[in-house]
């Protein structure tokens, strides 16, 4: 059983019980947000994911760019969706015209978006997760049609996504990403999580294998460009102000138009990604086709 929830145009909420997928629509002309999951090869048990499909998507022939939305370290796909208000931002800046419809995907991962100790993270979103969006959902199979942007761990695998397959997105935002270097803070659940434990301990060699320096130098030596935009908050309790400087700084030089940062006020918390999402987004967008096609004649 999972639970519908509407947001009536005067702002009251509704709530009922239904026994299939949960949905959110917020306002008059808004998107919905339903629950679905598949078979998953790489992983061996269900891939399960939250989507957006925005307002009209089954009333026209478009096909829409596609944005990877990411969770946290012990997160899940209703992370978005509830606590990170994703539904409200797009629906209204797609309202304002500040971005164009899209499709967003936001799935769950037991590990750090990275093939770690514990799961095949990596290997599962993209032999896996991609190929299932693009048979599904009416989005551009393509890489000025794909998106990617992710919180915290979700900013770590965004930061990796990019660095090794620059060839998949056309933009990318990291959310108070965990880029730690050389490791983790001690305070972090990196060290503790199973994606970076060896026999009931935590691995070095295995953070620094799978964090995004191994990569950047291959990235520089290629021609694509993955424009990205990243945050933090000033008090961040795992010093990601200072670790998201250093990437902003290691990638300034090889793309200096195509890369920001952003400090605001606040911790590792909620309204910093729900407003970082809100600042993200239109700059993703500036980088990604439209929707694609034509409207059927009424």
Partial sequence: ????????????????LTGSVAMIAFGAE???????????????????????LPDGYDDTNLTYPALYL???SGGNENDWPVKGQAGQ????????????????????SQSWWVDGHNEPAETAFFDDLIPHVEQTYDVIPERDGRMVAGLSAG????????????????SAAALS???????????????????????GAYDPEKWTELNYPTYMDAYKAQDQVVPLYINSGDHDKFQIA??????????????????????????????VWVDGLAD?????????SRPVGAAPDQ
Avoid: C
């Fill in 70 to 72: 990411l969770h946290g």
């Fill in 177 to 199: 990403p965990a880029v730690y270097i050389p490791q983790p803070p001690s305070n972090s659940s990196g060290n503790t999580h199973p994606t970076f434990q060896s026999d």
């Fill in 89 to 108: 931002t797009l629906d209204r800046l797609i309202d304002a015209g500040e971005i164009p419809p899209m499709v967003v995907i936001m799935p769950a």
């Fill in 1 to 16: 059983m999972s639970i519908s929830i509407k947001f009536a145009p005067n702002g009251s909420l509704k709530a009922a």
């Fill in 242 to 271: 200072y670790h998201a400087a250093v990437l902003y700084n290691d990638l300034l030089a090889h793309q200096p138009q195509a890369v920001e940062y952003r400090v605001i006020d606040g911790d590792h918390e909620w309204h």
């Fill in 30 to 52: 808004a998107g919905e947000i339903t629950r679905h999951s598949f078979a998953s090869d790489t992983l061996g048990r269900d891939y399960a994911y939250t989507i957006y």
């Fill in 280 to 288: 993200a987004l239109p700059f993703m967008a500036g980088y990604v």
């Fill in 155 to 170: 900013g770590y695998g965004t930061v990796n996504f990019i660095l090794e397959h620059p060839d998949m997105f056309a």
